[in-house]
């Protein structure tokens, strides 16, 4: 429609100002860090899949699954060691992790079960309380506990928060038509 949304960006012409592919999570990182080092973006979305591959192949909690924990641990560690070595990206750099799912042995579909459905939320940067408990710092969100929770009254902080999490970071409004986290 020619019209902006409300990040000012065309509707029809909307970028992506680099998309990266590598064969396997380990040069992804890579490549991330090194691009953290020398040209640092406002926004940069780093998708590592080893982990949930290696549930769905081998069986999460499993000893392969578990390697696959400790190689991503390390990847993770290692952007954040990044960011901590460079003054002004420590300055101004937040790092969200968090999964689309998880699964029991095999099985990533059962609903009845946590392991498929309560999933990491991992926030650090500058004005990130270390050690915080989400619920304390978010009133406004109800801690499920082990409980899967419909979308009623009393939610708990979903996946779905993360993206206004990262516009608010940006100094940016909510996503248009959100519902999860629209007060950011």
């Given amino acids: 429609n020619g019209g902006t949304d409300p990040y000012g960006i065309d509707n029809g ?14 040069g992804l990182v890579r490549k991330l860090n090194r691009m ?18 290696a549930g769905r192949e081998y069986g999460w909690l499993r000893p392969r699954y578990l390697d696959s924990l400790h190689e991503v641990d390390a990847l993770i560690g290692s952007t954040l060691d ?43 940067g500058p004005n990130v309380v270390a050690g915080a408990d989400l619920y304390a710092i978010n009133p406004a969100y109800t801690d499920p506990g082990k409980l899967r929770v419909g979308y009623a009254a009393g939610q708990p902080i979903r ?21 999860m986290n629209d007060a950011q």
């Fill in 36 to 53: 953290l080092t020398t040209s640092p973006k406002s926004f940069t979305l780093a998708h590592v899949s080893m982990l949930a591959d």
């Fill in 82 to 124: 990044t960011v901590a070595a460079n003054p002004q990206l420590q300055s101004d750099t937040l790092v969200v992790v968090t999964s689309s799912g998880g699964g029991v042995g095999r099985d990533d579909t059962d609903a009845t079960l946590p392991g498929t459905y309560m999933i990491p939320l991992l926030v650090w």
């Fill in 13 to 26: 012409r909307a970028k992506i100002s680099r998309v990266v592919a590598t064969r396997g999570d380990t």
């Fill in 159 to 179: 996946n779905a928060t993360v993206a206004n999490l990262a516009t608010a970071a940006l100094g940016l409004p909510a996503i248009p038509g959100s519902s």
